[in-house]
Nanobody, 114 residues
Framework: VQLQASGGGLVQPGGSLRLSCAAS????????MGWYRQAPGKQREYVAS???????GYADSVRGQFTISRDNAKNTVSLQMNSLKPEDTAVYYC?????????WGQGTQVTVSS
């Protein structure tokens, strides 16, 4: 499975961005999909995830601020990010788990700065 992330960019504090992750095949059997992020000098951290039955999970730091969704018909997972803060600056990676194997996208840069 190949995952292609897109939608990153430069945004001012308080702004919004929507990240998308497109899979190279049907995501119907990809049990869990989600997003991680890695800020400069920090370890990669969990952001949000969604199961095949659309049960969602969020890191405490983004709960209520970010919303994850999946569209099985379009083979995509999206992350709506609102009220962005400078500390949200990171490379965001799309992730999927299928049959016990983890798959990663290439990452998309999100920079929150005035």
């Amino acid at each position: 499975v190949q995952l292609q992330a897109s939608g990153g960019g430069l945004v001012q504090p308080g702004g919004s961005l929507r990240l998308s992750c497109a899979a190279s095949r049907s995501i119907f059997n990809i049990n869990d999909m989600g997003w991680y992020r890695q800020a400069p000098g920090k370890q990669r951290e969990y952001v949000a995830s969604i199961t095949s039955t659309s049960i969602t999970g969020y890191a405490d730091s983004v709960r209520g601020q970010f919303t994850i969704s999946r569209d099985n018909a379009k083979n995509t997972v999206s992350l709506q990010m609102n009220s962005l803060k400078p500390e949200d600056t990171a490379v965001y990676y799309c992730w999927g788990r299928m049959y016990g194997n983890d798959y990663w996208g290439q990452g998309t840069q999100v920079t929150v700065s005035s």
